[in-house]
């Protein structure tokens, strides 16, 4: 059977990285064979690809040039490495995937949704996760969190208002897709966060196995 594809989601500082050692443990616990990946990353090719465009310069990068290279990473993370994986039945974790490119390269760079469209359609095609997580806080508590980081990328650098974007952009898609797309409260302690996130994936599971 082929493997379930989840991607985790969310703003700067909305605490991905603790999330996903929640996961690791919880697919260790059920036995379930997965890889973890990362976008804008995941294959080497992939990960020069990240660093173009997260580092900070001081060129103006083009909205277009960032929205092709994320594009241009997303296709050789799937077809070099989550493609393989989804076929051998494993799991595949994303820490972030299509729906950022929604919402920082559409809604917070205000970009042509219908082009994100076209570029999803040809470059993701059915590949799309089955369920995303996508880990809510207030900008002001994500920005508290990223200010304490020793390397701040380009875009952690972008304004209170694009990070406003941001959350309303991801809150927005989890409305439109209530099915796929889970919000996970992440202002609350840890634990809770861990209960959320463990509910969740025990749902989906069920239905998963239920849809075998
Ligand atoms: P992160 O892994 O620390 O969250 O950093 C990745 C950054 O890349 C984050 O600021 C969001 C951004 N990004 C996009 O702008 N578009 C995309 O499609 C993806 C996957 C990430």
Redesign the pocket.
Known sequence: MRGKFISLEGG?GSG?TTAIHFIRQWLDDHNIPYIMT???GGTPLAEEIRQL??SPREEVVNDTT?LLL?FAA?AQHLAEKIQPALDKGTWVIS????D??YV??GKARGGDIAMLDQLASWVVGDNKPNATLVLDVSVELGQERVVQRQHQ?R??KESLAFHQKVRDGFLERAKADPERVKIVDASQSLESVKIQIEKELSQLHKTWVGDC
């Open positions: 700067e991905k990362r976008e804008p465009i997260l960032e994320v997303r820490d972030r995937f299509l950022s490119s920082y390269q990328d875009l952690d």
